[in-house]
């Protein structure tokens, strides 16, 4: 199934390559990795028996072009040929946005491509999936070899629909990339029938200074407080994002009154300085809860107030707790998933989940860096302006 990160502005989808056995579904995606270049593409994977044969799955994730000004990152599948593995066939299908039909195009294969492709129709029907309803490209693969049947035969056997079709030998990688070209096509028109695919953003995206996280974090670090304030508000964060400010109240009616245009036109608030005597008796923020969204504000005070009473291991659980609910802004799925769309190290998440199984036995570095990622989380968060308020 397809999703969506709104934040890293980013589209997955999901295409199997189906076809019946030894008919080059392997062999395409061995040849799509080569073609890739590296910075666009994954780790292949594959299991395979020791004739060479898949036994469950090859997957392959490819980056491709920008749809509206979105990434859409492929997952490629195959899947087993062999009759016997169906339920595998099934399992790897589920989710898909897409299928590939890799035809056997020599003359003793004529009888397996249509049952494979008949095994096709029935898994996608106990989804709930019509194929006729379904972006699908026919590969006519092994064109290379002298006894290949006429393409006509093959279309009139199996092409009956009428989908996009291609003539490849996927040893040589002929063909190869305009199926994907085209399959991915398919798939985008359909996800933006769907409304899958997000509308383009109306305005670019603020640059953000600096490559680094360091950078990045001092953009929204508080400035260091003066006698006259105790705490300043990075731009990116308004003081109602934080409970521990009050606000005057602003009438709804006099916002409602304000022209469109003039609202448009109004410039960004500047960073708002808080005077000590508005925070008598409240401690002043620290770096993490100044970059925490409002829904995590308190979690980010609960571990600053136990880093500063000694209490590392109650820091560290209260920073695993934050940064699992910060990772869920970024959608469904597992932590490392989410954390992969959030761009966070997935090393730092590694240590820090191994930290609070261990809570009990915290030292002061280990605290220390659990708070820093939690401020690498919140960073990643604040540039992409989520949670989003309304």
């Known amino acids: 199934m397809s999703s969506v990160n709104l934040l890293a502005r980013e589209v997955a989808a999901k295409i199997v390559f189906y076809g019946p056995g030894l008919s080059g579904k392997t062999t395409t995606l061995r040849k799509i990795y ?10 292949m994977m594959s299991i395979a028996t020791e004739g060479d ?39 790897v299908l589920q989710g898909a946005d897409g299928v590939v039909f890799v035809a056997d195009s020599q003359p003793e294969a004529l009888d397996s491509n249509r049952e494979s492709l008949q095994n096709l129709e029935e898994n996608l029907l106990e989804q709930g999936i019509r194929l006729d309803r379904f972006p699908l490209v026919m590969q006519w693969n092994k064109r290379d070899i002298e006894k290949a049947l006429p393409v006509e035969q093959l279309r009139a056997a199996l092409n009956a629909r009428g989908v996009p ?76 994002q934080h409970p521990s400010v009050t606000m005057p109240a602003v009438s709804s009616s006099a916002v409602a009154m304000a022209p469109r245009a003039e609202q448009a036109a109004a410039p960004a608030p500047s960073p708002m300085a808080v005077p000590a005597s508005a925070q008598a008796g409240q401690r002043a923020l620290g770096p993490a809860s100044a970059l925490a969204p409002g829904d995590l504000f308190d979690h980010a005070r609960a571990a600053e107030a136990a880093f ?38 997935g090393a730092d998440l590694l240590r820090l989940q191994g930290l609070s199984n261990k809570a009990e036995a915290m030292r002061v570095d280990d605290a220390a860096f659990a708070l820093y990622f939690v401020m690498q989380v919140f960073t990643r968060l604040n540039a992409a302006g989520l949670p989003e308020t309304a």
């Not at 030998?169 to 997000?198: E, F, N, Y």
Request: with cysteine; glycine share 6%; charged share 20%.
């Open 308 to 345: 500063a009473a000694g209490h590392y291991g109650t820091c560290v659980t209260a920073c695993m707790d934050a940064v699992r609910r910060a990772l869920a802004f970024a959608g469904e799925g597992t932590m490392a998933h989410q954390g992969f769309l959030l761009r966070v190290d």
């Open 53 to 91: 044969r898949t036994l469950f799955f090859d997957f392959l994730p490819v980056k491709v072009e920008r749809v509206n000004d979105c990434t859409v990152r492929l997952a490629l599948y195959t899947v087993p040929g062999q009759v016997f593995y169906n339920a595998t066939r099934k399992l």
């Open 165 to 240: 079709e291609f003539e490849t030998a996927a040893t040589s990688g002929q063909g190869v990339l305009d199926t994907l070209k085209t399959i991915t096509r398919l798939v985008i028109k359909d996800l933006r029938a769907k409304r899958i695919v997000p509308a383009p953003r109306t305005t670019p995206a603020p640059a953000v200074v600096g490559a680094g996280l360091e950078a990045q974090l001092s953009q929204h670090l508080p400035a260091r407080p003066s006698q006259s304030m105790q705490a300043v508000y990075p731009p990116a964060m308004t003081p109602r």
């Open 34 to 43: 080569e073609t890739v270049r590296p910075a666009h593409r994954g780790e």
